[in-house]
Nanobody, 120 residues
């Protein structure tokens, strides 16, 4: 059974940093397309960052470019999101997502989410 577990959320001041982790069990990140999403109260879930683990190619939402970094540790089967220069508008529940297959990039599996709160 595939399980994705996020951790590392919490509270931070504007300008601060947090590092989120997404540990997988029953699943391997190798060769997969992984992503971080977030959902703020009253808003739709949005993609924040994506990594193609076979090439390390990454994509970012414009508003987080230069501040957030998505990365992976294949040996630990863990996905990360380093968040620097945090802003109050980054406040949301953050989720990691993964595909069921290495053949396509689709968000089939989801973690339970971790809350990030940024105060001004």
């Amino acid at each position: 059974q595939v399980q994705l577990v996020e951790s590392g959320g919490g509270s931070a001041q504007a300008g601060g940093s947090l590092r989120l982790s997404c540990a997988a069990s029953g699943y391997t990140y190798r060769g997969r397309c992984m992503a971080w999403f977030r959902q703020a109260p009253g808003k739709e879930r949005e993609e924040v960052a994506r990594i193609y683990t076979s090439s390390d190619r990454t994509n970012y939402k414009d508003s987080v470019k230069g501040r957030f970094t998505i990365s992976q540790d294949i040996n630990k089967n863990t996905l990360y999101l380093q968040m620097n220069s945090l802003k109050p508008e980054d406040t949301a529940v953050y989720y990691c997502a993964a595909p069921a297959s290495s053949v396509y990039c689709q968000d089939d599996y989801w973690g339970q989410g971790t809350q990030v709160t940024v105060s001004s």
